[in-house]
C-alpha cells in the first residue's frame, strides 16, 4: 500500500513495470537499474515536478536494491547531486565507501558522477531535488561529498524537505522559476551537507582561486576585463569569484589593477633605461588601463609618485602591494 501524505496525490500515479520505470528514471536523472528482484513483479512509481527551475522526483519501488554503476556513469555522463529524503521505510545509501542509513525524514546528499545504490529491507519511497552540480559547487565555493546524510532534527533539513513537498502539493506553483529561491535551496543544502573537516574546503577553493588567476593573468591587459568576465569564463558564479577573493583580504578587481600597475611600472622602467619618448599615455594602455586619470591615481598610491617621476629616473623603490605579496608569492618579474 502506497503511504498517503495530507493533500497527496502520488497513489494516483499509475504504476511502472520494470522497463518502464528505468525509462522514465534514465530521462530524469541517467541509468540505474532495479537488482534483487524479479522484473515481472516490479512495481514502481515516478513523480516528476518543477522547483524553482529544478527537477524534483518523487519515487517508490519494490526493489531490494537500486544501483547506479561505473559504467552507467559513463554512458549518461549525468552531473547532478540529489538531495534525496526518505519518505517511508527504511534505506542504505552507499556512496564514496561510505554506508549511511536513511530513516522517515532523514536526508542523504548523493553525486550522479560517483557509483551509488540505495539498499532497502522492503517498500520504500522518496522525495528527490534534482541541483546541477556545477553550479551548487560554485554557488557554494565548495565540493559537498556524496553520501553524506543530514538527519531529520536539523532546521535546514525540515525547511528544505517542507520546501521541496509543498511544490507537489501546489499546484500553482509548479512552474515558477525563482533565481532567488534556487539560491535559498543552494543554502541550504550547503548549511546542511557542508563538511566539517576546513581543509577539504580549502583544497577545492585553492584549486578553483588557481584556475582564477590563470585568467587574469592571462587577460588582464584588455582594458575591457572585468570581475563578470573572469567568472563568465571560470564557470562560477559572480558571488563565489568575489567570495574567493574576500578570503584571501583582497577583491577580483583590486587584483587586475595590481597587475596592471606591475606591468606598468616594468614599462616605466624599461623607458627610463632607454631613453625613449613613449607617452606615458600609450604606456598605461597597454597595461590594461583606458582611463588616464584612474591609472595615475591608481599608480600614485600603489608607488608614492607619479608616473612621471618614474619614468624619469626609474631606479625609485617600488613598494609592495598587499594583493602582490597574498595572491602573487610565485610570479617572476617580467624581462
Given amino acids: 500500500m502506497t503511504p498517503m501524505l ?20 534514465r530521462s530524469i536523472v541517467g541509468w540505474y537499474n532495479a537488482e534483487g528482484t524479479d522484473p515481472n513483479t516490479f512495481a514502481g512509481r515516478v513523480h516528476v515536478r518543477s522547483l524553482f527551475g529544478l527537477v524534483a522526483e518523487r519515487w517508490d519501488h519494490n526493489a531490494h536494491r537500486i544501483e547506479r554503476t561505473q559504467r552507467d556513469v559513463r554512458l549518461d555522463d549525468v552531473e547532478l547531486y540529489h538531495a534525496v529524503f526518505q519518505v517511508f521505510g527504511r534505506s542504505t545509501v552507499l556512496q564514496n565507501d561510505q554506508a549511511v542509513t536513511l530513516d522517515v525524514g532523514d536526508v542523504a546528499l ?15 519511497q522518496y522525495l528527490s531535488l ?14 559537498p561529498l556524496g553520501g553524506s546524510v543530514g ?17 507537489f502539493k501546489d499546484e500553482l506553483s509548479s512552474n515558477r522559476a525563482s533565481v532567488y529561491m534556487q539560491l535559498a535551496v543552494y543554502d541550504l543544502i550547503g548549511e546542511i551537507f557542508a563538511p566539517p573537516d576546513p581543509k577539504s574546503v580549502s583544497l577545492y ?17 584588455n582594458p575591457d576585463l572585468r570581475p563578470r568576465d573572469v567568472a ?54 597597454a597595461s590594461g588601463f583606458n582611463d588616464y586619470s584612474y591609472f595615475s591615481q591608481k599608480f600614485r598610491r600603489r608607488f608614492g609618485y607619479a608616473p612621471s617621476a618614474h619614468a624619469r629616473n626609474g631606479t625609485a623603490e617600488v613598494k609592495s602591494s598587499k594583493a602582490s605579496v597574498n595572491l602573487l608569492p610565485d610570479e617572476p618579474n617580467e624581462a
Fill in 205 to 221: 577553493t585553492d584549486k578553483q582561486f588557481g584556475r582564477v588567476r590563470a585568467i587574469i593573468k592571462d587577460r588582464f591587459a
Fill in 110 to 124: 548523493v553525486d550522479s558522477t560517483r557509483p551509488l545504490a540505495f539498499v532497502n529491507d522492503a517498500y520504500a
Fill in 232 to 285: 563568465a569564463e571560470a564557470g562560477i558564479s559572480l558571488r563565489y569569484l568575489q567570495k574567493l577573493f574576500t578570503q584571501r583580504g583582497s577583491t577580483c578587481s583590486g587584483f587586475i589593477d595590481s597587475l596592471r600597475l606591475d606591468k606598468a611600472g616594468r614599462l616605466l622602467r624599461r623607458r627610463a633605461m632607454a631613453s625613449t619618448r613613449q607617452p606615458i599615455s600609450e604606456i598605461a594602455c
Fill in 151 to 167: 538527519r531529520r532534527g536539523t532546521r535546514a533539513g525540515r525547511l528544505l524537505f517542507q520546501l521541496v513537498l509543498d511544490e
Fill in 6 to 25: 495530507q493533500g497527496d496525490d502520488f497513489a494516483a500515479v499509475p504504476e511502472l513495470g520494470y522497463e518502464e520505470w528505468r525509462a522514465v528514471v
Fill in 130 to 143: 534534482s541541483v546541477p552540480r556545477r553550479s551548487l559547487m560554485s554557488h557554494l565555493g565548495l565540493e
